[in-house]
């Protein structure tokens, strides 16, 4: 089990509708990663947030957003959900200035859209 | 646009077997490469690779990265069925404050 926790771990949403998915980063980290893995395919960066701000965002539409709190958990929101949008959600967490390999990644949440 | 591609995408061996994964990349201002494995839903890091011809090893495996060539391997010696995983290779260019480009995964299935 990873210092970094995800929820929830299932999720089944109406395509529409909107969903809300939290990560609490792994202790001593302050910079949180959001990942979109879609079945069958390497994930794929949506964005990262360091001291509650976005730090970087992927090609990602502006319905994917996302916060972060001041004990640099995360919130990743998606708007107006698609059936596309059906994936695993990873989070990840690390430090701005260490290295890549300091990055620990959540077990994810598994979003259907129906 | 950053490119990571991996081969072969599906690979199954019986235990002891040796495999070799590929990656090759074609990204600006590379600064790393990574591997992962993937079990269930959690990328768990197996290596970090930034300098050309300077192997990485833990127990049964091990990596390269070949930056003239733009490609990496990852080498697992002698298979266990526990070694059964998408292993994921990525990349991490400079200026990204690590965004990490990742391949598909080569899906390896260790028969008994």
């Known amino acids: 089990e990873t210092g970094v926790t995800q929820s929830p771990t299932h999720l089944i949403k109406t395509r529409g509708q909107q969903v809300t998915l939290r990560c609490s980063s792994q202790?001593?980290?302050?910079?949180v990663s959001w990942y979109q893995q879609a079945l069958g395919q390497g994930p794929q960066f949506i964005f990262q947030?360091?001291?509650?701000?976005?730090?970087g965002r992927g090609n990602f539409p502006p319905r994917f957003s996302g916060l972060q709190f001041p004990n640099y958990s995360s919130e990743l929101n998606v708007n107006a959900l698609e059936l596309d949008d059906s994936a695993l959600y990873l989070c990840?967490?690390?430090?701005?200035?260490?290295?890549?390999?300091?990055?620990?990644f959540g077990s994810g949440t598994r979003l259907t859209v129906v | 646009e950053d490119k990571v591609v991996q081969s072969p995408l599906s690979l199954v061996v019986h235990e002891g077997d040796t495999v070799t994964l590929n990656c090759s990349y074609e990204?600006?201002?590379?600064?790393?490469l990574l591997w992962y494995k993937q079990e269930k839903k959690a990328p768990t890091f197996l290596f970090m690779l930034?300098?050309?011809?300077i192997e990485k090893k833990s127990g049964r495996l091990s990596s390269i990265l070949d930056k003239k060539e733009l490609f990496s391997i990852l080498n697992i010696t002698a298979t266990q069925t526990g070694d059964s995983a998408v292993y994921l290779c990525?990349?991490?260019?400079?200026?990204?404050?690590?965004?990490?480009?990742f391949g598909k995964g080569t899906l390896l299935t260790v028969n008994p």
């Open positions: 990840a967490s690390s430090l701005l200035t260490g290295g890549a390999d300091g990055y620990t």
């Open positions: 202790s001593g980290h302050n910079t």
């Open positions: 947030y360091y001291r509650e701000e976005e730090n």
């Open positions: 990204v600006t201002n590379f600064r790393s």
């Open positions: 930034t300098s050309s011809g």
């Open positions: 990525a990349v991490g260019v400079v200026g990204s404050n690590y965004k990490l480009t």
